[in-house]
């Protein structure tokens, strides 16, 4: 049976960040992916690099990655994670554009929730980059792929 209790609520119910202190330094690593939904005009207009504020692509990726090394700032009670590496792959289609990030530390706690919010920040770079060509673009599909190392061992999605 799995442990569901919420490790960032003490017994009291006050939000507190979690003691890995006790865990073993290991490699990690998490991939998440998530997609930005907009109209061929828009897309085409990203992969011809034509978007009037400049390369989104390359600014996107560029945002995503800051936002992986910054994450213990934006998400409360998330640990401060020494970043060994961020790889963050930006794939346009025809109704929009695929983020997929791969974060890599060696310490006591994974890498997904950088994984996930570089994911996040580099799709909202694209909206913000190309808004004023689709104001209904939607981000979905924001979800961690694969996680490896640490106690709980490796994970995919199914």
Known sequence: MSDTRLTHIDAAGAARMVDVSAKAVTGRVATATGRIVMTAEAARAIRDGAVAKGDVLAVARIAGIMAAKRTSDLIPLCHPLPISGVVVELEVHD?????????????????????LTAVSVALLTIYDMAKALD??????GVRLLAKSGGRSGDWAAK
Not at 95 to 115: P, S
Not at 135 to 140: A, D, L, P, T
């Open 95 to 115: 109704d929009g554009v695929t983020a997929t990030a791969t974060t890599r530390t060696t310490d006591r706690t994974g890498v997904e929730m950088e994984a």
């Open 135 to 140: 104001r209904e673009m939607r981000i979905e």
